[in-house]
């Protein structure tokens, strides 16, 4: 059965070109613009991944993370940022909630999805 | 960055109007007077119960000058250094002087403790009076420091949120691009699918276009070398360039764009690529943060010979109250406010930039002697008012200057 994956980003456009590629390689995906969108999909249905971006109005991606990871049927969820500062720092907070991998904009596609195919196939 | 630059970075010159500064000038005394007048109630009150206290220990005929004396050094010293120096004071005179409690007789001694009273708790006094201005000095120093440090602590944040949103903003369109082209390159989708993503990088590279001009602007503005040259400029045929542009951008979000431009009116002093870029960030605005099928209104007219207006009104979801005062600062970004007019439970769209168009627009509009204001209601809409002088009116202004 195909592997769901949820991408979570506010950027409409990016958005669509992600789903389009995801879908592409034979992933079941679920899109929300936001941390609280991202909480709606999740407790609909559990995706086997969960790809965030950070900077995001209403709730952002570090919150989105801690909410899960504090949640018992969410908590081991896999969780990749697509961060979109530069600052190490950032990136430690990130890792900090739990967040399994950062890949930082504008990054290659092929580097999220082998990103992705390893977490998964861990 | 020293806590001068902080305060420059926070408040904008020529953000609030001489109005502004003038009122908030007249509350800032009311309030001193106030005070003063508070403070002076409460020294004659509780002077007078402090002499009511401590009367039966004191020579007869002292107590009206033991209330005076303590009304002075509260007055001088402050209210608790004071009281407390009298009253120290007047123990100390009727405890050494009086041996004998409470057996009184009017004779020279008496006289000789009144002065030595009087002296003593005039010295106390003025020693607690420069006490408390000592204080007071420390207290507003310590009250500067740490107001100049907030500025200082506020302005590093809006710079670090500005960072984090200009590399938001750029990276992200670039990685749609990225992801896009190679789709393009890799797979071979069909036209339909093929026109769409090319659509998609177009529209991401002119928001890269835009980010990038405001960015370079605002350096440049930084620098001092923003050249705003004003002449004399038509402002209807200005909207009227602008208006294919905004109809198109309307229609995309399925606006009601009304456009009331008065037949005629007096030519501007304006210059005509600012008078634009400022009318388009305005109109834009008015048109993104419109909930889809809203209603934007443009209208013109011209206050005698001296003014020309130009008003967008939207009927979108406003602005916080607490952002309106900040909506034209650099770097400012608003909040997303939930309550839609359409009352649709969608979320608000996301509030993009990096926070330089409404900043641009007033920095140009004043560059040519008009002036640029808000308001709004949450939930009702926002109008946009921009007054720009005639050019009449400036050359007339120009000559009455030269006359002087």
Redesign the interface.
């Known amino acids: 059965m195909a592997k769901r994956l949820l991408v979570v980003e506010?950027?409409e456009?990016?958005l669509?070109?992600?789903a389009?590629?995801l879908i592409?390689e034979g992933y079941e995906v679920a899109t929300a613009?936001?941390g609280?969108?991202a909480l709606v999909s999740v407790s609909e249905k559990l995706p086997d991944l969960i790809i965030s971006?950070i900077?995001?109005?209403?709730m952002d991606g570090i919150s989105l993370a801690r909410l899960l990871r504090a949640n018992a049927r969410t908590a081991l969820v896999p969780i990749i940022f697509?961060s979109?500062?530069?600052e190490i720092e950032n990136s430690i907070t990130a890792l900090r909630t739990g967040v399994n991998a950062c890949i930082?904009?504008?990054?290659?596609?092929d580097d999220l999805l082998a990103a992705v195919a390893g977490i998964l196939n861990n | 960055l020293n806590a001068g630059e902080a305060i420059s970075v926070i408040y904008q010159p020529g953000l609030s109007s001489r109005a502004d500064a003038m009122l908030r000038v007249a509350r800032s005394k009311l309030a001193l007077i106030l005070r003063r007048y508070a403070v002076a109630v409460w020294t004659v009150g509780l002077a007078s119960a402090a002499t009511l206290l401590l009367t039966p220990l004191m020579p007869p005929g002292v107590s009206p000058l033991f209330l005076l004396a303590i009304v002075v050094s509260a007055w001088k010293g402050g209210l608790g250094p004071g009281i407390l120096a009298t009253a120290l004071s007047a123990l100390v005179t009727v405890s050494l002087l009086l041996p004998p409690v409470f057996t009184f007789e009017v004779g020279r001694e008496d006289g000789l403790q009144l002065v030595v009273f009087i002296v003593v708790a005039i010295v106390i006094g003025m020693l607690s009076a420069s006490r408390g201005k000592a204080e007071a000095e420390r207290k507003g120093l310590l009250q500067r420091e740490r107001a100049a440090r907030i500025a200082a602590e506020r302005a590093s944040a809006v710079k670090d949120e500005f960072l984090?949103?200009a590399?938001?903003e750029l990276?992200?369109?670039?990685?749609?691009?990225?992801?896009?082209t190679?789709?393009l390159l890799r797979?071979d989708p069909p036209e339909r699918e093929r026109r769409e993503?090319l659509r998609?990088i177009a529209?991401?590279c002119d928001r890269q276009i835009d980010l990038v001009d405001n960015l370079l602007d605002s350096s440049r503005i930084e620098a001092g070398g923003v050249q705003i040259k004003p002449g004399r400029v038509n402002a209807i045929e200005v909207i009227r360039a602008c208006e294919g542009s905004f109809r198109v951008q309307a229609a995309e979000h399925r606006h009601e764009l009304t456009i009331d431009v008065a037949p005629a009116m007096p030519l501007v002093n304006a210059d005509s690529d600012g008078l634009r870029r400022s009318l388009s960030t305005i109109v834009e605005n008015a048109i993104k943060y419109t909930p889809d099928g809203g209603r934007i209104y443009l209208r013109t007219y011209s206050v005698g010979n001296q003014q020309v207006v130009i008003e967008i009104e939207d009927n979108g979801r406003g602005i916080h109250p607490e952002d309106l005062p900040h909506i034209f600062d650099k770097f400012y970004r608003g909040r997303?406010s939930g309550s839609g007019a359409g009352g649709a439970s969608a979320?608000?769209p996301?509030?993009q930039g990096i926070g330089l168009g409404l900043y641009l627009a007033r920095v140009l509009v004043e560059g040519m002697k008009g002036s640029i204001e808000a308001r709004s209601e949450i939930g009702v809409g926002t109008t946009v008012i921009l007054r720009l002088p005639t050019y009449d009116e400036i050359q007339l202004a120009a000559s009455a200057g030269r006359g002087m």
């Open positions: 506010d950027g456009r990016l669509r070109a992600l389009v590629t592409e613009r936001n609280a969108e971006d900077l995001m109005p209403v697509l979109t500062q530069t930082g904009k504008p990054f290659d596609p | 984090a949103a590399s938001h990276r992200t369109p670039l990685t749609t691009i990225k992801i896009l190679r789709m797979k993503y998609d529209s991401e997303a979320s608000p996301e509030i």
